[in-house]
C-alpha cells in the first residue's frame, strides 16, 4: 500500500494545498496530512485550528487523514508508517529549498522518497503569506481560499489589527 505524508503549515488551507491534496489522494491509498508544530513562523492559527481547517476542506477525500506533528518530519513519516513524502512545487523559486529538503531527508532516511506535484498554473501564485497579508486589510480572499476558511481568516485578522498598537 503506498502510503504519503503531506506536510506543510497550512497557515490557513489555500485552494493551492487543497488542489496538491486531491491530486495526490488519486495517486496514493492513503495521505496523510501533517500539520507542523512549533515551526520558527509565529502563525495566525494555532495547530488544532489549522487541523480543523484542513478537516474541513477535505472531509469528502477518504483517503486522506490529517495529523499534527513536531520535530524531524523523517521521523513523523516513519512513525506514520509511509514511505513517500508529497511537495508542491509552485516555481523555480521553491525549487532550491524543496530539492535541498529531500536530499538532506534522503541521507539521514535512505528509505524515504520525496515526490513533487506542480501547481496547477491556477494557483502557481498563491501562497498562505499573501492570503494573510490581503486578509489583514478585510480584502477579497475568495479566490484564494474555501468560503469556510475566508470567514475564519478574516475574523482571524480583524482581530490581530485591533490588539495591534497604532
Ligand atoms: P511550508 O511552510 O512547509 O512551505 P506551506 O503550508 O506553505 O508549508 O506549504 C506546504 C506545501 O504546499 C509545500 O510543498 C508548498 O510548496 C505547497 N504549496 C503551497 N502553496 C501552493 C500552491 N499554491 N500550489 C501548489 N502547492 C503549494
Given at each position: ?134 486578509a489583514?486589510?478585510q480584502?477579497?480572499i ?8 475566508a470567514v475564519?481568516v478574516l475574523r482571524?485578522a480583524a ?8
Open positions: 500500500m503506498a502510503v504519503a505524508v503531506y506536510p506543510g503549515s497550512f497557515d490557513p488551507v489555500t485552494l493551492g494545498h487543497q488542489d496538491i491534496i486531491e491530486r495526490s489522494s488519486k495517486i496514493m491509498d492513503r495521505v496523510i496530512v501533517g500539520v507542523l508544530k512549533n515551526n520558527s513562523k509565529s502563525p495566525l492559527f494555532s495547530v488544532q485550528e489549522r487541523v480543523n481547517m484542513l478537516k474541513s476542506v477535505t472531509g469528502h477525500l477518504p483517503n486522506i487523514e490529517i495529523l499534527a506533528f513536531d520535530g524531524l518530519l523523517v521521523d513523523f513519516v516513519r512513525n506514520c508508517q509511509a514511505d513517500v513524502i508529497v511537495r508542491g512545487l509552485r516555481a523555480i523559486t521553491d525549487f532550491e529549498y524543496e530539492l535541498q529538503m529531500s536530499q538532506t531527508n534522503r541521507v539521514i532516511s535512505p528509505g524515504i522518497d520525496t515526490i513533487f506535484l506542480t501547481t496547477n498554473l491556477k494557483y502557481s501564485y498563491l501562497s498562505s503569506s499573501i492570503v494573510k497579508e490581503i489583514m486589510y480584502g477579497d475568495s479566490a484564494f481560499v474555501a468560503p469556510e476558511i475564519k482571524r482581530d490581530v489589527k485591533n490588539k495591534r498598537p497604532s
